[in-house]
């Protein structure tokens, strides 16, 4: 997984940084999506995807409009996925829009343990 999720990053994010540097012609490039399906076929069996549920979504749109890797704006979704290789205790949030998967983004354990602390309103569901 961790080769494959280098090359989607790579190319989610060399816009962002021409974009940065000066020679992107200023604002962020819009995100680099691809079918969700695409995405998938390309990681391995042993790579699990789990959808976010609406306040585990809300919680990592913050820490996405928080942190400074991150371009200004919110994430390019209206909601995401958390994979995770078998073993691995580190994981990939995927922006999801439609049937698109969107500019992933790599977080550590220390997100994912608090991701499954985070409890919605009434009714709403707790998916990790």
């Known amino acids: 997984m961790r080769l494959t999720v280098f090359a989607v990053l790579s190319l989610s994010t060399i816009g962002y940084a021409l974009a940065a540097d000066g020679t992107g012609g200023g604002a962020p490039p819009a ?56 073993g691995d205790k580190d994981g990939v949030i995927i922006w999801t829009r439609g049937k698109l998967a969107c500019a992933p983004l790599p977080i550590p354990e220390k997100l994912i343990n608090l991701l499954g602390e985070v409890r919605g309103a009434k009714g709403e569901g707790n998916d990790l």
């Open 31 to 86: 995100p680099r999506c691809m079918p969700m399906e695409k995405l998938k076929a390309s990681f391995d069996g042993h790579t699990h995807f789990t959808p976010l549920s609406a306040s585990q979504f809300h919680f990592v749109e913050g820490v996405y409009v928080g942190s400074p890797a991150t371009p200004e704006g919110l994430p390019p979704g209206d909601g995401a996925l958390l994979a995770q290789h078998d």
